[in-house]
Every structure is written in C-alpha cells, then in structure tokens.
C-alpha cells in the first residue's frame, strides 16, 4: 500500500471511531462525567494504531464534547456536540463597568472565533436588574462575575435553553478554582484555607457593595458566615466604605483589626480588596507569610503592586487568559 492510500485509510478509520463514540455519547451510553475506555482499549476495540485513535478523540474534544483529564483520561463533559446546537445568536461575554475581565474576555472571543462561533462583549451594569435579557437571544452566556446568578438572568437562560457559565478564580495559584456559582467557589476557597491550618479567617469587603443590588457579594458573605460557623468560629468582618476607593483612616482600621482579632487569613471580594490589604500590610510591616491573603478575582494587579514593590509578594502570578480559554471551550 503505498503512502497516499495508507493515509487515506487511516483518515477512513479515524472518522469511523469519531462516529461510532459520538453515537454513543449522544445516544447516552456514556453520562456526563464518565470516562471513555482508555486508548489501549479502544486501539483493540477497532484494530487501529494509537495515533488514529488519538485523532479521533481530539475531533471529540473539539465539538465540546470530551476533554482530557490528568489522572482519569477522556471524560465526557457534554452529551451534544458545539456544532449540533441551534445557535440563537452569538454567545454574550459579560463584565462589570470597570471592564476587568476584559483579558479574559478577548481571549474566549478569540477562542470561539476559531471554532466558528461569534460573540460580543456586553459591559454589564453593577445593578443587575438595569439588564434586561428579554431584549437579547444569545446562543450562551459566559459571565465573569456574580451578575450571572441575577434571578431574572438566570430564569431566562433556564427557559430559552441557553448554556450559562459563570466564572470566577482567586489571587493565590493554589487556590484557583473555576466555580459554577459564587457560593461554591467561596466554601471551596475557605475549606481549603482550613485544611491548611487557618482558623481566624476574616472577611474583607466594602459597604457600597455589600448593600449595593449585586448579588454576588451578598451570596459570598453568606457562604463565609455559614463556613465559619460550621467550624464554631464567630465571623469576623471588616468593611472599608467603598470598594474602589480607600482612605488612610481605612488603612489604619484594617491594620488594627488584624492584629485585634489575631487574623491568619482573609478572604477578599475583589482583587482590588486584596491590593489593600497587601499595600496596607506592606506599609505597616506585616509580612504576607505571616497572614494568607486571597478572594474572589478577575484580574491580576500587576501596576498597583508594581506601583509599591510588593510583585514578590504573589507566588505565582495568575494568568487570567488561561480562564477565558476554559470559559469558552466549556460553554
């Protein structure tokens, strides 16, 4: 057999595994979150050398429907294809007003670009009752904050079928995590500081948000209370009066409550929460090994900390591009 037709069986042989696990996948034969035979057993399964068999699950991982997993191999993620949706417009990429998601952002219309599908970037208001969805059909939502848990949002993606993912992932690399929802990604947070020892876990927010209408910060303070309850510690909160802002006076509150309540770690609502408190440590000697710092974020604060040399201070610097690729290869 020469090398033009050997290539061409082997384009043959990889389209009829791609078909034959795609009907099975559709068909229900594999839930979502089982994984498929390994390769070697798929290689005996059709006769068929590894690097076939390899082909035809990366067609699989393209149509979204597979995705490779350390430790367990192929797992089935969806049980329809990218490409087997009725798409009803273009999928909406949201952010808050001060557009730090935008990174992210760019890079999952980039991602959904290559594979055929449009998007738009919406810059969604703080108050999420301003958004009316009804305006809008869009093929999926990726929202990279907790404006996607607005009921209204949430109620009209639920009865129009269109995919919604919501993101988040925090400053600290061993804490990141993508979270459906906010409450979850803060009891995750918060478990995994405790599994490291931490018990005095304070909490670090601002008032104009925490009795703003976004509903994220409220959710996320009731999964902090609720965390510390289960672990018979009272929770212990510091609010400065605004979230973008801050004045010496809030500093100086923020330094001495640490030490009052003998703080070994806060979880911060936003990465500007977290420039804060690492400036305010910073400024009043307290070394950032001594107290854990981390929360809910969307970008990286390269200027600010550059700004007052405190960049060693991260242990690794979080690359919010990585987020905006799974966002989009998710929905």
């Known amino acids: ?9 082997k384009a043959f042989v990889a389209t009829y595994i791609y078909d034959s696990l795609r009907q099975r996948i559709e068909g229900g034969q ?4 089982s994984r498929l035979p390994s390769e070697h057993t798929l290689c005996d399964e059709f006769g068929a050398s590894r690097m076939t068999v390899r082909s035809a699950l990366k067609r699989l991982g393209e149509d979204g429907l597979i995705e490779s997993q350390p430790g ?3 797992c089935i993620i969806r049980n329809h294809a990218l490409s087997g949706l009725k798409v009803k417009g273009p999928i909406l990429l949201g952010a808050v007003n001060h557009g730090a998601c935008l990174p992210a952002m760019r890079v999952a219309g980039e991602y959904l670009q290559r594979k055929g599908v449009s998007s738009r970037i919406h810059h969604l208001p703080l108050e999420p009752d301003l958004l009316n969805p009804e305006e809008h059909i869009w093929g999926g939502m990726i929202i990279f904050s907790g404006l996607s848990l607005a009921p209204q949002i949430v109620e009209f993606c639920k009865s129009n079928q269109i995919p919604l993912l919501s993101l988040m992932y925090v400053q600290r690399a061993e804490y990141d995590t993508v979270a459906p929802d906010q409450f979850t990604g803060t009891t995750e947070i918060l478990e995994q500081l405790a599994a490291k020892g931490h018990r005095r876990i304070g909490y670090l927010s601002a008032r104009d948000v925490e009795h703003g209408r976004d509903p994220s910060f409220r959710i996320r303070q009731a999964a902090y209370n609720l965390f510390m309850s289960s672990m018979n510690e009272v929770p212990r ?3 400065t009066q605004y979230h973008y802002a801050f004045s010496q006076e809030d500093g100086h509150r923020f330094v001495e409550w640490l030490r009052k309540e003998k703080i ?12 804060f408190s690492l400036v305010q440590m910073a400024q009043h000697g307290i070394r950032a090994t001594d107290i854990e710092i981390c929360g809910a974020s969307f970008d990286v ?6 700004h007052h040399g405190l960049k060693s201070i991260l242990a690794v610097d979080v690359d919010a591009n990585e987020l905006g690729e799974t966002g989009a290869r998710k929905i």
């Open 30 to 33: 594999y839930s979502v979150g």
């Open 1 to 9: 057999m020469n090398e033009k037709k050997r290539r061409r069986r």
């Open 301 to 306: 604060p390269h200027i600010l900390l550059e």
């Open 264 to 275: 070994d770690a806060v979880f911060c609502t936003t990465s500007v929460m977290i420039e």
């Open 237 to 239: 909160v510091f609010l």
């Open 72 to 74: 367990k191999g192929w």
